[in-house]
């Protein structure tokens, strides 16, 4: 029902073969459309890429640039072909702290695809597992503060509706690239 991949390796891959850490990414990239495809020809509901982390952020900014663009071309080169293929597209992870030209072209992407009714790819950029709970524990505990929600109802499916993938059934494949 839904695959998650982390994807890394891709500069160990690339150093292995002699070539820069980030012609790795340009090939994870290619292969992210691959697999999206197979999802697509497999029905496979979900596919969750973990493409950046909140702790990415300390490798050399040249290597963050390549990557933001990245993103951003790969968008761009892909927006057509994902609405061909009915494929809803949404990013999740801290977004907001994103570069703006960014943020507007994901929200733009989102906004297109929104109704498509295919495969579900989410894109988690800016993204940390402990963070999505902070995350998670902060919205609850603020509801419980408004009065519109009690302590005691807090459960299974309350903390799953804080979460980002809320509505979609849990990752029961997690691939790790590396
Ligand atoms: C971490 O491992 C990987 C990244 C920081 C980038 C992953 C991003 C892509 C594959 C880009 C394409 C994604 C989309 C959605 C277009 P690493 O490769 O730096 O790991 P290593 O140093 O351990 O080899």
């Known amino acids: ?59 050399p900014v040249s290597e963050v640039n390549f990557l933001m663009n990245l993103f951003s071309s790969f968008l761009a080169a892909q927006i057509d072909e994902l609405c061909e293929n009915n494929v809803r597209i949404k990013f999740i992870g801290r977004i907001d702290e994103l570069p703006n030209n960014l943020v507007k072209e994901f929200h733009r992407a989102e906004d297109i695809t929104k109704n498509n009714t295919g495969v579900k790819f989410n894109v988690a950029i800016n993204y940390g597992g402990r963070d999505e709970i902070i995350t998670a524990v902060k919205n609850i505990a603020q509801q419980v503060k408004d009065g519109s929600l009690l302590v005691e109802n807090v459960d299974d499916k309350v903390f799953e509706d804080n979460l980002y993938t809320r509505n979609l059934p849990p990752v029961d494949l997690m691939i790790r690239t590396s």
Not at 11 to 38: D, E, F, P, Q
């Open 1 to 59: 029902q839904h695959i998650g991949i982390i994807m890394d390796g891709n500069g160990r891959w690339a150093t292995g073969k002699g070539l820069i850490r980030t012609s790795g990414h340009k090939a994870g990239a290619n292969t992210v459309k691959n697999i999206l495809n197979t999802c697509i020809k497999l029905n496979i509901p979900v596919l969750t890429v973990y493409a950046f982390s909140t702790e990415n952020w300390k490798r």
